[in-house]
């Protein structure tokens, strides 16, 4: 491994960390504009070929908590640099596919880069003054919001107008900008756990959450009542138990149970769920309005390209409110810039309710919903970061990104039941109504509302001292004042 930068320059370290999450973040957004073409694509079927989008969720959840903690353990810089590696080999590998199982390799690769935006949070905290650490963390964060954003615009045109490989290839080709400068200019941090990867407790979180979200993601093709979703789900909640007993007993656990369980982070880490399931609502919704004909009466007939480029002002918005979000945790605490968020989220929902007859109707409603998600995703880091010590913090981090990941999947299941079931006839085919996506926006509003609750019970804000900044070498820490 190249040896890190001696002395790093913050202003550098923000930006290539910012834009390796973004990069990474694209891969959310990547397949949408040939999703209904890859059956033809890769001589599958419709149901097979839906494992392109599912092998790289899988993916994306089982390795963020685990690389998480080898970051601690062995060197978050290490471990980014090694999901920006994967995320290239996978790019390549789908870049040379034209059948399904290379494909489905290749996300599957794609998804275990998702750790890299909480390492690079957990990076910011090594080695970012204390005075850029609130601020820089928040860009972070919003990352994750901005690539998706970004990405469905970009990637319809290149599908409309290139060959559909150039996709995986130029997603290749920015992972390679990211490795290097990931290499010439993030430094390595010096705190590290040591010890011994708790290998059994992987495969029995793995295995547990692989289950939980296959049934999720698959329960609507399956049926939510056959045997095999229940038994997925069953088989969830048995491993998930006895792998929470094996962690609370094994003395060098993959997660530090007890450490979620205090209160700032585990009710951080439900907000989480909540708020990403509001922000991926309107990623379901608001596509489909601008892309159903206009002789549905509410339908706006659009392109795909057009509906990628209304999208694109919300992961500006949200990257410009993350500074915003900032400056909201240091005079007020970030538990206020949490609730701020989830109350402006809620609001966008229920402007959506009542405007959606125009194109612009639906630009206002997407930045002010990603206005309150980078309030909130912008928090979530300095909460976590608030109460887990310095060797903890890709793990606390990594944890909190499979929370949000969870709201997404569970938002994901529930609006593809709503709009399947809630339907009208136009010409002989079944469209989701317009109650439907009402309906949608409304339990998208009700879930913001939620996570306001939640951030109610998170501990006011207190300073905590040094540990908020850069630690020291050997990794020593103490117990964050606001979590005492």
């Given at each position: 491994m190249p040896a890190s930068p001696a002395s790093p320059r913050p202003n550098a370290v923000v930006a290539v960390?910012?834009?390796?999450?973004?990069?990474?973040?694209?891969?959310?957004?990547?397949?949408?504009?040939?999703?209904?073409?890859?059956?033809?694509?890769?001589?599958?079927?419709?149901s097979d070929a839906a494992w392109a989008v599912t092998a790289t969720l899988?993916?994306?959840?089982?390795?963020?908590?685990?690389?998480?903690?080898?970051?601690?353990?062995?060197?978050?810089?290490?471990?980014?640099?090694?999901?920006?590696?994967?995320?290239?080999?996978?790019?390549?590998?789908?870049?040379?596919?034209?059948?399904?199982?290379?494909?489905?390799?290749?996300?599957?690769?794609?998804?275990?880069?998702?750790?890299?935006?909480?390492?690079?949070?957990?990076?910011?905290r090594d080695e970012l003054p204390v005075e850029r650490l609130a601020g820089a963390t928040a860009v972070m964060s919003a990352s994750l919001g901005v690539g998706g954003a970004l990405g469905l615009p970009a990637a319809a045109l290149i599908a409309d107008k290139l060959d559909w490989h150039m996709l995986f290839w130029l997603s290749g080709a920015l992972g390679a900008v990211s490795l290097v400068l990931v290499l010439t200019l993030v430094p390595e941090s010096a705190v590290r756990t040591g010890g011994r990867f708790d290998l059994l407790g992987g495969v029995g979180m793995a295995a547990g959450l692989a289950s939980l979200l296959l049934a999720i993601s698959k329960g609507g093709?399956?049926?939510?009542a056959s045997g095999t979703t229940l038994g997925l789900f069953a088989a969830a909640v048995v491993i998930l138990l006895v792998w929470g007993w094996w962690e609370l007993h094994t003395p060098e656990p993959l997660v530090d149970l007890r450490t979620t369980a205090r209160r700032q982070v585990l009710f951080t880490n439900l907000a989480s769920v909540a708020i990403g399931f509001s922000m991926f609502a309107m990623s379901l919704v608001l596509p489909q309005l601008m892309q159903l004909p206009e002789?549905?009466?509410?339908?706006?007939?659009?392109?795909?390209?057009?509906?990628?480029?209304?999208?694109?002002?919300?992961?500006l918005v949200m990257m410009a409110f993350a500074p915003v979000s900032a400056?909201?945790?240091?005079?007020?605490?970030?538990?206020?810039?949490?609730?701020?968020?989830?109350?402006?989220?809620?609001?966008?929902?229920?402007?959506?309710?009542?405007?959606?007859?125009?194109?612009?109707?639906?630009?206002?409603?997407?930045?002010?919903?990603?206005?309150?998600?980078?309030?909130?995703?912008?928090?979530?880091?300095?909460?976590?970061?608030?109460a887990v010590p310095p060797s903890e913090t890709a793990a606390a981090n990594s944890l909190n990104t499979l929370m949000r990941s969870l709201g997404t999947s569970v938002a994901s299941a529930i609006a593809g039941v709503i709009l399947a079931q809630l339907t009208i006839d136009l010409g002989g085919f079944a469209l989701p109504s317009e109650n439907a996506f009402k309906v949608v926006m409304a339990i998208g509003a009700g879930a913001a509302l939620l996570a306001f609750a939640l951030a109610s019970f998170i501990p006011r804000h207190r300073p905590a001292g040094p540990v908020a900044g850069p630690a020291p070498a050997d990794g020593a820490a103490t117990e964050p004042a606001s979590v005492r």
């Open positions: 960390l910012a834009l390796a999450g973004i990069v990474v973040a694209l891969m959310q957004t990547l397949v949408i504009p040939i999703i209904p073409e890859l059956p033809k694509l890769l001589d599958a079927s419709a899988l993916a994306s959840a089982v390795a963020t908590p685990v690389v998480g903690r080898l970051g601690d353990m062995f060197g978050k810089r290490r471990m980014l640099l090694l999901s920006l590696v994967l995320l290239i080999a996978g790019s390549a590998v789908c870049g040379l596919s034209d059948a399904l199982v290379p494909m489905v390799a290749g996300r599957a690769l794609q998804g275990l880069s998702a750790a890299v935006i909480p390492l690079g949070i957990s990076i910011m093709d399956w049926g939510w002789a549905t009466g509410y339908g706006l007939g659009r392109s795909l390209l057009t509906t990628g480029l209304v999208m694109a002002p919300s992961g400056k909201v945790s240091r005079s007020r605490g970030p538990k206020v810039t949490l609730m701020t968020g989830a109350l402006i989220v809620a609001a966008g929902y229920g402007l959506n309710i009542v405007l959606m007859a125009e194109v612009w109707h639906l630009v206002l409603v997407s930045c002010v919903i990603s206005a309150g998600i980078g309030f909130a995703y912008g928090a979530m880091p300095s909460l976590i970061m608030g």
